[in-house]
């Protein structure tokens, strides 16, 4: 089974950055999606970026184009997602995801519901 624990959170100021890693096991890197969500209490979970991990081809939201990137560690086992430019309006609970490889013009969706497996979320905190 697929488990997904995501490390790196924690509290920045306004402009700062955070890395967050998703360790993965047990994902068939061949024929999955991986990506990174963040959701406010009670709102719905907002799909950030994505990707085809066995092409490496990746997929960003309009509100971190630019600002957010995707990378691979050299295992080809950890996805991380660095963060800069931050504002406070991008604090919330980051989840990692991997999902049944679901493409649209060649790219993982950023849709949660083609995502079934979740890591337990961590916090990102942006203050200014």
């Known amino acids: 089974q697929v488990q997904l624990v995501e490390s790196g959170g924690g509290s920045v100021q306004a402009g700062g950055s955070l890395r967050l890693s998703c360790a993965a096991s047990?994902?068939?890197?061949?024929?999955?999606?991986l990506a990174w969500f963040r959701q406010i209490p009670g709102k719905e979970r907002e799909g950030l970026a994505s990707?085809?991990?066995?092409?490496?081809?990746?997929s960003y939201s309009d509100s971190v184009e630019g600002r957010f990137t995707l990378s691979r560690d050299n295992t080809k086992n950890t996805l991380s997602l660095q963060m800069n430019s931050l504002k406070p309006e991008d604090t919330a609970m980051y989840y990692c995801?991997?999902?049944?490889?679901?493409?649209?013009?060649?790219?993982?969706?950023?849709?949660?519901?083609?995502?079934?497996?979740w890591g337990q979320g961590i916090q990102a905190t942006v203050s200014s």
């Open positions: 995801a991997a999902g049944v490889l679901r493409l649209v013009a060649g790219t993982c969706t950023l849709s949660s519901t083609s995502y079934n497996s």
């Open positions: 047990g994902v068939d890197y061949k024929r999955e999606c």
């Open positions: 990707m085809v991990w066995h092409t490496g081809r990746t």
